[in-house]
């Protein structure tokens, strides 16, 4: 399988927010993740970058929008 992990940037420190992410949707400022089980989470934030090779996203300038 190919789910991603999505991390928070925290200063030079990345903070894992959510496993086995299969779905991401920006929309401005907002960006939904949603696992692959149904749960999900929508973060105030912007994609900072994205490694498919390692299966990461790291987001930031993030809180919890709901």
């Keep these: 399988m190919c789910e991603a992990r999505v991390f928070l940037l925290r200063g030079d420190r990345e903070e894992k927010i959510m496993d086995q992410v299969d779905e991401v949707h920006v929309d401005g400022q907002e960006?939904?993740?949603?696992?692959?089980?149904?749960?999900?989470?929508?973060?105030?934030?912007?994609?900072?970058?994205?490694?498919?090779?390692?299966?990461?996203?790291?987001v930031e300038g993030c809180d919890d929008a709901g």
Aim: hydrophobic share 40%; proline share 0%.
């Design 31 to 58: 960006v939904k993740i949603i696992r692959i089980f149904g749960e999900q989470k929508i973060l105030r934030a912007r994609i900072r970058r994205y490694s498919n090779g390692q299966g990461k996203i790291v």
